[in-house]
């Protein structure tokens, strides 16, 4: 089955880069994606990649996948306040389509001043 | 949030009411979907449908039911409101030949 974990909190300092880290199990075809939640909102679609990618670049994100290591991480180049927020890493697999998102429980980024 | 609302927004229910929450869209996205939102579990399926009157469960689906009459309304139910039904609902909608869902702002259900 599939399963995401990610740490529950970083902080950084404005101006930074911030790293969020994602491990998940599954060893099919899947697309992994990374969200954005901000207080009292919904989740944003930010970026995600095919399981057969090793790297996604847009803007200020990055994303880097290590296969081997199941190992999915999201860089966001010099950190601004806007990025606090809650940032979740999903799984989907492939052959399910559409149906199944399986979310990590989320990394909450708080940017020191 | 992509053309999705959800209504109401924040409801306070007693235990043992029925509250049916919904979501609207405006994208004529043929999948639809209903996440819950704990501290501790990310979000969780629900339900899904993937076409009108077409549905199935998700991994939490006890004490829910959905009903999609129409391609832009999905609602799900509670027949019977308990406390561990409290949570942050949220709604999404995708088509087949994406991998991209979309998120409304979500509805914050207190059972008391």
């Known amino acids: 089955g599939e399963d995401v974990e990610q740490s529950l909190f970083l902080s950084v300092r404005e101006g930074d880069s911030s790293v969020i880290n994602c491990t998940y199990t599954d060893s099919s075809s899947t697309y992994l994606y990374w969200y954005k939640q901000e207080p009292g909102a919904g989740l944003q679609l930010l970026t995600y990649i095919f399981s057969n990618m090793d790297m996604k670049q847009d803007q200020r994100l990055t994303v880097l996948l290590n296969k081997k290591d199941k190992h999915l991480s999201l860089r966001i180049a010099d950190t601004q306040t806007g990025d606090s927020a809650i940032y979740f890493c999903?799984?989907?697999?492939?052959?399910?389509?559409?149906?199944?998102?399986?979310f990590g429980t989320g990394t909450r980024l708080t940017i020191i001043p | 949030d992509a053309g999705i609302t959800q209504s109401p927004r924040h409801k306070v229910t007693e235990t043992g009411t029925p509250v049916t929450l919904r979501c609207h869209q405006t994208e004529n996205h043929r999948y639809m979907y209903w996440y819950r939102q704990d501290p501790g579990h990310g979000l969780r399926l629900i339900h899904y449908?993937?076409?009108?009157?077409?549905?199935d469960k998700g991994e939490v689906s006890d004490g829910y039911s959905v009903s999609r009459s129409k391609t832009e309304d999905f609602l799900l139910t509670l027949e019977s409101a308990t406390s561990s039904q409290t949570s942050v609902y949220f709604c999404?909608?995708?088509?087949?030949?994406?991998?991209?869902?979309?998120f409304g702002p979500g509805t914050r259900l207190t059972v008391t």
């Open positions: 999404a909608i995708s088509e087949p030949t994406s991998y991209e869902q979309y």
């Open positions: 449908s993937y076409g009108v009157k077409d549905t």
């Open positions: 999903a799984e989907t697999l492939v052959n399910f389509g559409n149906e199944k998102l399986t």
